[in-house]
């Protein structure tokens, strides 16, 4: 229930949810007070679903992390440690997403992890084992998706520039799970040359123009680009704690940057490294349009924050209950992109994907109720797939339902949420005799 609120209200602060319903509060509050319910068994219970709904396809096993920041005091830190914003204290999550690698559709969250920093480090991050460092969760969390995806086509991880690791490249690939990640470092190669010195003497062999989808401080632009790409071989870091891996790893990187970016603009330059085999342009162009699917993750972590649930506006007093609820809440964001997705029909997930049975009658019931006989009218999509869940919650959100029409936004999809489950809520109460 607790997810459903926060999918229908777009909020996490308990008070909100319950709408008043003391008793409702009270229970959201027992559940996350409980010693059973720990951070570890939600996440990994974010899985349920999405292991289905990735058979047979080839995922793209998107990881990224943000921070969630919390106004505090010295007198009021509830447990949370520093995170790299100063002298500001909150949590750190990283989930990874599954989504399909042709058409991006979103198939749910797989593993991740959820942490506040424990005082700050005073041994040099070279010296520790890499168990002992934060860029561990980038070879964990692809290591968890391993036999979750073991029904999938194939795997992809895919990164950004944080996931620029060594080991990551060495342990997580195998014949069908590759890794995708944008260099961060001018690496040593295994002939003594520089990664970023031969990706300059690589040749121009292509251009094209992409879209780059818009952001918080960045309008929507075209970006002519220039393809380069080759065959490298990484050099193994000198560390000794990675002694075990092999000597060098052979890799493809891909080279785009823009061509004659615009004045006052930050141009575009990715160096993907990846372990997929590339022969020719087409499959050079094939792994930047797989990282473009990387977007999905960041609308992921809007819709989680300050444009969305408002996590750091939830009113919790300790960390131990704010870990849980960001666990709960990705869960929740993870469904309003699915619901915003299936709107145009894409993917055909299906309908079991978000709603229960109970719900899924009541979403028959006011399909019956909403649809008019003109054709036009008509809920176009199957009756098991989220898209047609999609149609009728857009419909009660306000949308018009007609072709033509623009399609319902985030605000519609929120209001028909909300008044869909206090529809459903009634209607499991609808063989319920009154004396």
């Not at 700050?120 to 520790?128: C, E, I, Q, Y």
């Not at 918080?216 to 393809?227: D, G, K």
Request: charged share 25%.
């Amino acid at each position: 229930m607790l997810v459903e609120c926060m999918v229908a209200g777009k909020d996490v602060c308990l008070r909100r949810l319950s709408k008043g319903n003391r008793a409702r509060e009270v229970r959201f509050n027992r559940l996350l007070g409980n010693a059973k319910v720990t951070t570890e068994r939600i996440i990994e219970s974010w899985s349920e679903g999405t292991v289905a709904a990735a058979e047979g396809r080839h995922v793209l096993a998107i990881q990224d992390t943000s921070e969630i920041n919390f106004t505090t005091t010295a007198e009021r830190r509830r447990g949370l440690g520093e995170t790299a914003k100063g002298n500001v204290h909150g949590l750190l999550l990283h989930p990874m997403l599954a989504v399909d690698a042709d058409d991006g559709t979103c198939l749910g969250l797989l593993s991740g992890q959820i942490w506040t920093r424990k005082g700050r480090r005073t041994v040099s991050h070279d010296l520790r084992e890499p168990s002992d460092k934060e860029s561990q969760r980038w070879i964990d969390t692809a290591l968890a998706a391993k036999p979750l995806l073991a029904g999938a086509a194939m795997v992809t991880a895919l990164g950004d520039r944080e996931s620029d690791i060594f080991a990551l490249y060495a342990s997580a690939a195998e014949p069908r799970f590759h890794v995708i990640a944008r260099s961060m470092h001018d690496r040593k190669l295994a002939d003594d040359s520089g990664l970023y010195v031969t990706s300059e003497a690589m040749a121009v062999v292509d251009q094209r123009a992409i879209v780059l989808p818009a952001r918080a401080q960045r309008a929507e632009r075209v970006v002519p680009l220039e393809l380069r790409f080759g065959a490298v071989n990484l050099a193994r870091p000198q560390n000794k704690f990675l002694r075990h891996l092999p000597e060098s790893l052979p890799l493809t990187l891909v080279d785009v940057r823009e061509v004659d970016p615009q004045a006052g603009t930050e141009p575009l330059h990715w160096r993907l490294l990846t372990t997929h085999p590339v022969a020719n342009a087409e499959q050079a162009w094939r792994i930047v349009d797989w990282y473009k699917r990387r977007w999905l993750i960041e609308q992921f972590f809007r819709v989680l924050k300050t444009q969305g649930f408002r996590l750091e506006d939830s009113q919790l007093t300790t960390a131990d209950r704010l870990l849980k609820l960001v666990a709960i809440a990705a869960k929740a964001a993870v469904i309003t992109i699915q619901l915003l997705q299936a709107r145009d029909g894409r993917g055909q997930q299906p309908i079991h994907l978000t709603f229960n049975t109970n719900e899924v009658a009541a979403l028959t019931a006011l399909n019956q109720d909403i649809e008019a006989k003109s054709k036009r009218l008509k809920n176009p999509h199957p009756s098991d797939s989220l898209a047609w869940a999609a149609w009728i919650i857009g419909r009660l959100g306000g949308w018009d339902g007609y072709p033509s029409s623009k399609p319902p936004g985030p605000i519609t999809m929120k209001h028909g949420l909300e008044y869909f489950h206090a529809v459903a809520i009634g209607w499991t109460l609808r063989n319920v005799c009154m004396p």
